[in-house]
């Protein structure tokens, strides 16, 4: 029929070989999206779980000292230790949130003790 056979077979293999590289590639962008969402979620709740965390501490700190009217290592072990038990409730297991709350918030005081405190002075705080 003058229809050249092996060129026709060779136009289909080519054709067939264009589906499957671009399958593989419609299917490696699919991973490569699902993997994205997969660390974009879990930034967003690691950032929400330091936030939380910074707030508890900042939180409690800040209205211990108020109502001391004190500024020292007591504060920052107080806030320290409520962001610690917060940190260790995803353990469920009460010995573990306990040193998380104790660890933390010797560590919190610690730092304290070492840098001190920026920002205002005691006589600017008015206690």
């Not at 991973?31 to 879990?42: D, E, I, T, W, Y």
């Not at 967003?44 to 000292?65: A, H």
């Not at 304290?112 to 006589?123: H, P, Q, T």
Request: hydrophobic share 40%.
């Amino acid at each position: 029929t003058g229809i050249d056979t092996q060129a026709l077979k060779s136009k289909v293999a080519a054709s067939t070989t264009a589906d499957a590289a671009g399958n593989d590639v419609k299917n490696g962008l699919r991973h490569l999206l699902g993997r994205s969402r997969a660390v974009v979620s879990s930034m967003g709740r690691s950032s929400l779980g330091f936030g939380l965390f910074l707030g508890i501490f900042n939180g409690v700190s800040c209205n211990v000292e108020t109502i001391r009217k004190r500024k020292d290592w007591v504060n920052s072990f107080a806030g320290g230790a409520a962001a610690g038990t917060f940190a260790g409730l995803n353990t469920r297991d009460p010995r573990m949130i306990m040193y998380s709350a104790l660890g933390t918030g010797v560590v919190t005081s610690a730092v304290f003790v070492a840098f001190g405190v920026s920002g205002l002075d005691d006589k600017s705080a008015g206690y």
